[in-house]
């Protein structure tokens, strides 16, 4: 006989995961069909109802089971009679568990299988025949038809359960026949296994379709269990853009306090059993989180700001619609430090800009609670000059006893506001000599050492809003010069001319040094030019001299005559080979009237006319040939 359907599941509504679960129930032995004949017991398993009310009530294609108010319900001796679809139900007011089918078949071999298979369990299938019956190793498995195993045991191990396991099998054994003593071959009937989803895939949803900066973001991870396993534990994780948010755990939420711009992203989750048997994952879903105000911008009240103007920088930025109530703090910066704290003001003003004012702004906007902060980009505000720096001038430069002097305090102003009233005032060693007037001079009428000082003037506008000071300027008496940058010079001129004499002195001590060198090896070659015997001249030796004398004398005056007036020396330079040939050369020179002569050694007067008569007997004498002009 065929029976159409092995396993037969009652899909009812499946409630949200968390909702109060629903009976489940169970065979044991965990089988379905069965044969007649066979023992069965059917369980009812779930939360127990008040206290006082435990009657469970049992129905068979929706029809209540008389006499049977036990959480268990025995099949003894099953009979066609007692097919159908079962279901229980705890108490009176509880919701009735998901029906499963119990098919009786009087058939000699049906394949038998776990009713309610889901996914992950362990599935077995078994070719199950009346024992008197059975054969050992002689089942064959069948899918659509097709051989799954060949000849075995009567149980088929699949493994963890798929939904991709579902389809028609069947199974074939030999069964013996005592009668005749022999065994013959049979098949089932063809069983449409269907393995169930343990739970669905599951799905992204977010607690808003729009969310803000700032909001509370919920992403719920939704799934719904099989109602055959409502009890069964899941656990969740979560991800965005491929990346884990958080891990898994018995949470299908995960939640953001105070979303912010980056928490916008692709999001996933993935739901798994506890040992991860069983691991779905979600599809994509985009969440882009939406801005609760724009980025600030600074914002300046004037083009050009100028010293002694009122400044307002203000933090500009927009709430978006449906949010415009928002209440936002502002806070404003210079060069990184805080100038304005927090407050509701999106302005930040300064009274009476100055210099020191100008630098690099920026400002920052957030929530009351500080969970959204957005700052701006720098913006570099550049306080302008009124007027610029006051610089004493004194006429004359120089200042002696008497002497009419005047003090200017100068300053220029900006070309924009050329037309601003200025205030001078004048100050010597720190004490005020002329109060604040438009007057930029002051004047001494006759000048005195008790005027004498260090001066400053002050320039004041705007009821005083800028002021300015100049440097010290030094006055006395006696041409002494305010400016330290006056001495400098002094100073230079007075330093070159000291090094210039010192100077000028190494460079006599030098050359007198070399004069004294220079004479010590003349005295030692006119020594070595004496001639070796009297009369003769060492003409191998080359003999300098100085002071020579190319005056030509007249003829007649000797030059022995020219000596006659304090022992005047004259000198040249004589080189000669032989002696002979200088001997000729003196004596032709002395025909010629062209020779001067040369005493290097003067003794005494008489002594000195003698030698220089006797010239070319005398070794203390050297001849030189000198040629006429």
Aim: hydrophobic share 30%; charged share 20%.
């Amino acid at each position: 006989m065929s029976v159409p359907l092995a396993v037969i599941l009652l899909l009812l509504p499946m409630g949200n995961v968390g909702a109060a679960a629903r009976p489940v129930l169970s065979f044991s032995p965990n089988w379905a069909p069965i044969l007649t004949g066979d023992n069965v017991t059917l369980t009812c398993n779930g939360a127990r109802p008040a206290q006082g009310n435990e009657r469970y009530t049992w129905y068979r294609d929706s029809n209540p089971i008389p006499g049977v108010e036990q959480q268990n319900y025995t099949i003894q001796g099953a009979q066609l009679g007692q097919s159908g679809r079962y279901q229980c139900q705890i108490g009176e007011r509880s919701e009735r568990s998901a029906a499963l089918q119990l098919t009786v078949s009087e058939d000699k071999v049906i394949l038998q299988a776990p009713p309610g298979a889901h996914e992950g369990e362990e599935l077995t299938l078994r070719c199950y025949t009346r024992p008197e019956h059975k054969t050992t190793n002689t089942t064959v498995f069948y899918r659509n038809n097709s051989i799954i195993r060949p000849l075995g045991s009567d149980s088929l191990v699949l493994g963890g359960a798929q939904t991709n396991m579902s389809g028609p099998y069947s199974c074939q054994t030999k069964l013996h026949d005592k009668s005749q003593g022999v065994s013959n071959p049979y098949t089932s009937a063809e069983e449409h296994l269907s393995v169930t989803e343990l739970f669905s895939s599951p799905q992204i949803k977010v607690s808003s379709d729009q969310v803000r900066e700032g909001d509370h973001m919920t992403i719920t991870c939704d799934t719904e269990l099989s109602p055959h396993r409502e009890t069964t534990e899941l656990q969740f994780a979560f991800y965005r853009n491929g990346h884990n948010v958080q891990g898994f755990s018995l949470s299908n939420q995960y939640g953001v306090p105070s979303a912010q711009l980056e928490d916008s992203g692709n999001y996933t989750c993935e739901v798994q059993t506890p040992t991860g048997s069983v691991r779905k994952r979600s599809r994509e879903e985009h969440i882009q989180i939406q801005e609760l105000f724009s980025t600030p911008q600074i914002r300046v009240s004037a083009y050009q700001v100028t010293e002694g103007d009122h400044m307002t920088i203000t933090c500009d930025t927009k709430l978006r619609p449906h949010r415009e109530t928002t209440e936002l703090q502002f806070a404003f910066y210079r060069n990184g430090h805080n100038v304005q704290g927090f407050n509701s003001s999106k302005q930040y003003g300064v009274p009476s800009a100055q210099l020191e004012d100008s630098g690099n702004y920026t400002c920052e906007v957030q929530t009351p609670t500080g969970s959204i902060k957005k700052n701006s980009n720098v913006t570099h505000i550049r306080i302008q000059e009124l007027f610029s720096a006051p610089q004493i001038k004194v006429s004359p430069d120089q200042m002696t006893e008497g002497d009419h002097m005047t003090i200017t305090c100068d300053t220029k102003l900006s070309p924009h506001r050329e037309t601003t009233e200025l205030q001078f005032a004048f100050y010597r060693n720190e004490t005020k000599v002329q109060e604040f007037s438009r007057f930029y001079e002051y004047k001494i009428l006759s000048f005195a050492l008790n005027y004498s000082g260090n001066y400053t003037c002050e320039v004041q506008a705007l009821n005083g809003r800028v002021r300015k000071r100049s440097g010290v300027f030094r006055i006395y008496q006696n041409h002494e010069h305010n400016n330290d940058k006056d001495t400098i010079p002094l100073m230079l001129i007075i330093g070159g001319a000291v090094a210039l004499v010192v100077l000028l002195s190494l460079l006599i001590v030098a050359l007198c040094i070399l004069k004294s060198k220079h004479k010590q090896h003349r005295t030692q070659s006119s020594r070595r030019a004496t001639l070796s015997e009297p009369g003769e001249t060492n003409l191998e030796e080359e003999v300098c001299y100085i002071s020579i004398n190319f005056n030509r004398q007249p003829k007649g005056h000797s030059a022995a005559q020219n000596n006659d007036d304090g022992n005047n020396v004259i000198y040249a330079a004589v080189r000669g080979n032989d002696t002979g040939n200088a001997q000729a050369g003196y004596k032709q020179a002395q025909r010629e009237n062209s020779v001067v002569y040369a005493a290097l050694k003067t003794p005494e007067r008489n002594k000195n006319n003698r030698e220089r008569r006797n010239i070319p007997q005398d070794e203390n004498c050297v001849y030189a040939l000198v040629k006429k002009r």
